[in-house]
């Protein structure tokens, strides 16, 4: 028998075994809620770098327009909920580059980890508008903050393409300092919007 036929046998064997098993694995850390999960989640986000404004729905608007700041070229993909000034995507990537920021929403967030999570549907444009630009400003509504990571994998579904973003792009890669965009926007600034 070669090494890997042995490797096999060990693992059917072990999955047969784990067929009979009486008694589920425990998964309390499931049921784990923290008190306010919008304040864990801002938290969080700070925590990685980002910008975080909180808002009403009526000032959205103005909260869009102050975390883009003094950027000239902006994305806004197609079911934006609001009225922002800027440009619809161009169909290639290397369209993306003349452009200084995007303004998507997202499709939760998870307050354990301070994570935003976009599955691309409306509002959001395709993954690489999110990494190209310079700037992402992305928009969440509370109630679509989540507990932690199980929670959100549950809601999501898992047939649609997702990003995970936990704060700027950055790495410390290069001997051990940390360099921001690397990867994707320098600058990531979250709008939290309670109502």
């Known amino acids: 028998m070669t090494a890997r036929e042995e490797i096999l046998a060990a693992v059917r064997g072990a999955l047969r075994d784990a067929d009979r098993a009486e008694a589920p694995v425990p998964r309390g850390y499931?049921?784990?809620?923290?008190?306010?999960?919008?304040?864990?989640?801002?938290?969080?986000?700070?925590?990685?770098?980002?910008?975080?404004?909180?808002?009403?729905?009526?000032?959205?608007?103005?909260?869009?327009?102050?975390?883009?700041?003094?950027?000239?070229k902006v994305l806004v993909p197609a079911g934006f909920p609001v009225e922002v000034d800027g440009s619809s995507p161009p169909e290639t990537t290397a369209g993306l580059a003349g452009f200084d920021a995007v303004v998507t929403t997202a499709a939760l967030g998870i307050a354990t980890t301070g994570?935003?999570?976009l599955d691309h549907g409306p509002g959001q444009g395709r993954?690489?508008?999110?990494?190209?630009?310079?700037?992402?400003?992305?928009?969440?509504?509370?109630?679509?903050?989540?507990?932690?990571?199980?929670?959100?994998?549950?809601?999501?579904?898992?047939?649609?393409?997702?990003?995970?973003?936990?704060?700027?792009?950055?790495?410390?890669?290069?001997?051990?300092?940390?360099?921001?965009?690397?990867?994707?926007?320098?600058?990531?600034?979250?709008?939290?919007?309670?109502?």
């Open 30 to 72: 499931r049921e784990t809620v923290a008190a306010d999960v919008v304040d864990l989640f801002a938290e969080r986000v700070v925590d990685y770098r980002a910008a975080l404004t909180r808002c009403t729905t009526a000032e959205l608007p103005a909260a869009i327009r102050s975390a883009l700041g003094a950027t000239r």
């Open 115 to 117: 994570t935003i999570v």
């Open 127 to 195: 993954r690489a508008l999110s990494l190209v630009p310079d700037v992402h400003v992305c928009v969440l509504r509370a109630d679509r903050i989540v507990p932690g990571v199980p929670q959100a994998v549950a809601a999501l579904d898992p047939g649609r393409p997702q990003t995970w973003i936990s704060g700027p792009s950055a790495t410390s890669d290069i001997e051990l300092t940390r360099v921001e965009g690397v990867h994707g926007p320098r600058s990531l600034h979250v709008i939290v919007v309670t109502e």
